[in-house]
């Protein structure tokens, strides 16, 4: 934090912290915060980890205020809560009540917090339907619509694909009203996937099936359409009568079909086909039919009857994420594995002992964080270090088959990448069998994508750093003369309407998604532009109105303040350091009011 601090200019935002390692460290870096005039977001989380009800967030709030303003000391319009935007719509009936628990967060922070700001990452909200941008931004503007009339102050989302309100089909915007203030339960949800289906084109599904339809398919065709659609009227019936009539034994069922049906699932998950509610409809699917087979795998006494094995989860050691882990952990006992979750913030010493204790057959780690990437290397090298034999699973939003390849598999070689929950089962499965084509499969990707990385560094043909040091600039010209002013300089209150024909128009554009193309990309020339042309010639307009307005004494909206500084300057070897030569001095007031 400190050394981004060092390197901002103006007033920056610590983007965040929170009470998950307690008050102390909490009051450390707030104190950083303050020392350089800092704002800071604070997360809704503390030392049991992610609040995710309404009570856990006010609770979590009111303590960091607390903190903040009697002990750090700092101002109450500095400080930003983050009270967590969580999925809705999941298919998990816990998950019902995260869109009502945010909303009335804010709106109890602005008027039992005074001074306190409100910020939130509005995506999270709608990830259940991953895939679908029409109900997405739908979801999007509809929840911001309620947060922001309580008091939300910002947020974090794509401007340009948030519909209006007027705009939004009258259905979908009642589904999603219904959704977010959690009215009719997991029931809403079943409607919101009829109309994915409808707005992607393939038609509304029909809500019963007849029995006369259904029966006249194939029987693998119905085991596969039943979890695929997440089916469970015929699942028991349907598994019996292929137990009944194949040699097969029933763990051959749930190994066979059963699991070929979930990775159809994974692969249309993947490709955003298919959304989360979904996958989890599936997973109780299979669930069911696992359940039917259970006790027939037990009477006859197979190798593996009763649990397929044992998974030991954990969101890694300074992460608190744990959705994805959830499901994860549903998925996987919905297809008969032992799930030990061992929730957040998990360090790896308690990890790798619960795994020996419960003599786990796999272990599986997830984090959002970027410094969770380096906490998995660590697991990773601890479990070479104590000659472990556990297939190690990689999961979270920040990993990837990159970085797992190139980072974490040299440190340990029975890693395994899990991009999404609904590929566990089949990666699962895998391992328990020591399916040696797969585990070489896998190395042999590892491979591939390790020489790939190596073959992309060469390609950056960087200058040795001698070399650069060869070519350093040598002033052969006659000594520049001195600045009329050395130091620090303060304008205090400048004159607008002296600086807004130094603006460079581009970062403008670029924020607002506006490119056009060659020769039309820059400011004017973009104005010419076929297709953004005619919105950037539209919001550059809208920009000098309020310019024009901020610049007017009269209507004036914010104030300029500039604080530059020309130092001397000395080199020592390879360091440069400038010295302020002059005392601080400061520019003719041309404060006028306002």
Same mark, same amino acid.
């Given at each position: ?346 360090? +790896?010493?308690?990890?790798?002992? !619960?795994? *020996?204790? $419960? ?5 599986? @780690?997830?984090?959002?964080? =970027? &410094? ?84 992309? +560094?060469?390609?950056?043909?960087? !200058?040795? *750093?001698? $070399? ?5 600039? @040598?002033?052969?010209?006659? =000594? &520049? ?114």
């Amino acid at each position: 934090i400190e050394a981004g601090l060092k390197c901002t200019q103006g007033k920056s935002i610590v983007n965040s912290i929170s009470l998950k390692e307690g008050e102390e460290e909490f009051l450390q870096k707030a104190a950083t915060v303050k020392r350089y005039g800092a704002a800071v977001v604070i997360m809704a989380f503390d030392e049991q980890g992610q609040a995710d009800s309404f009570e856990r967030k006010i609770g979590i709030c009111q303590r960091s205020y607390d903190l903040l303003v009697d002990k750090a000391g700092i101002d109450p319009t500095d400080i930003i809560f983050d009270p967590n935007v969580l999925t809705i719509g999941t298919g998990l009936s816990e998950h019902n009540n995260y869109g009502k628990d945010f909303i009335q967060t804010v709106e109890w922070i602005k008027k039992n917090l005074p001074g306190a700001l409100v910020s939130g990452g509005l995506s999270n909200v709608s990830f259940a339907f991953r895939g679908n941008k029409i109900i997405r931004e739908a979801i999007h503007s509809v929840f911001l619509y309620y947060a922001t009339n309580v008091g939300l102050d910002m947020g974090i989302v794509h401007a340009g694909n948030l519909p209006l309100l007027k705009d939004i089909d009258p259905l979908l915007k009642q589904l999603c009203d219904d959704l977010i203030w959690n009215r009719n339960g997991t029931e809403v949800t079943e409607q919101m996937l009829l109309y994915a289906e409808k707005v992607k084109g393939k038609g509304v599904k029909k809500a019963n099936t007849s029995d006369n339809d259904w029966n006249a398919k194939p029987l693998s065709a119905r085991l596969s359409d039943a979890i695929v659609n997440g089916i469970d009227k015929y699942i028991v019936a349907d598994v019996e009568e292929y137990r009944v009539s194949t040699d097969i034994e029933p763990i051959e069922i749930i190994e066979g079909p059963l699991l070929d049906a979930m990775g159809i699932v994974g692969d249309l998950f993947g490709s955003g086909k298919m959304f989360l509610p979904q996958v989890i409809k599936s997973a109780r699917v299979m669930k069911k039919a696992v359940a039917h087979l259970t006790p027939f795998i037990e009477a006859s006494k197979v190798e593996g009857s009763g649990n397929k094995g044992t998974v030991v989860l954990a969101t890694v050691k300074g992460d608190v994420h744990d959705i994805g882990k959830n499901i994860v952990g549903v998925v996987l006992g919905c297809n008969n594995y032992r799930v030990i979750d061992l929730g957040v913030m998990c360090p +790896m010493e308690k990890i790798l002992a !619960t795994a *020996l204790k $419960e003599k786990a057959d796999i272990i599986g @780690v997830s984090g959002l964080i =970027t &410094p969770s990437l380096r906490e998995m290397v660590n697991i990773a090298n601890e479990m070479t270090k104590r000659g472990l034999t556990t297939p190690l699973l990689i999961g979270g939003a920040t990993t990837s088959r990159k970085h797992t390849a190139v980072k974490i598999w040299p440190a340990y070689d029975l890693v395994i990448y899990v991009p999404d929950a609904s590929r566990a089962v089949n990666v699962a499965t895998s391992l328990i069998n020591k399916d040696a084509k797969y585990l070489q499969g896998v190395r042999t990707l590892y491979e591939k994508v390790q020489q790939d990385h190596t073959k992309t +560094m060469q390609r950056k043909e960087i !200058t040795p *750093l001698p $070399e650069c040091r060869e070519k350093k600039f @040598v002033c052969t010209s006659p =000594t &520049p003369p001195p600045p009329n002013q050395l130091g620090v300089q303060v304008f205090n209150n400048y004159d607008l309407r002296e600086v807004v024909d130094l603006i460079d128009w581009k970062p403008f554009f670029d924020v607002w998604q506006l490119r056009g193309r060659y020769p039309n990309r820059s400011y004017p020339k973009i104005f010419d532009d076929k297709t953004v042309g005619f919105e950037a010639k539209k919001l550059f307009d809208e920009a000098q109105t309020m310019l024009s307005d901020s610049c007017d004494v009269t209507t004036r909206l914010c104030c300029y303040w500039a604080v530059p500084g020309l130092l001397g300057g000395r080199r020592r070897g390879n360091r440069a350091r400038g010295r302020q030569t002059e005392h601080l001095s400061h520019a003719p007031s041309t404060d006028k009011g306002g």
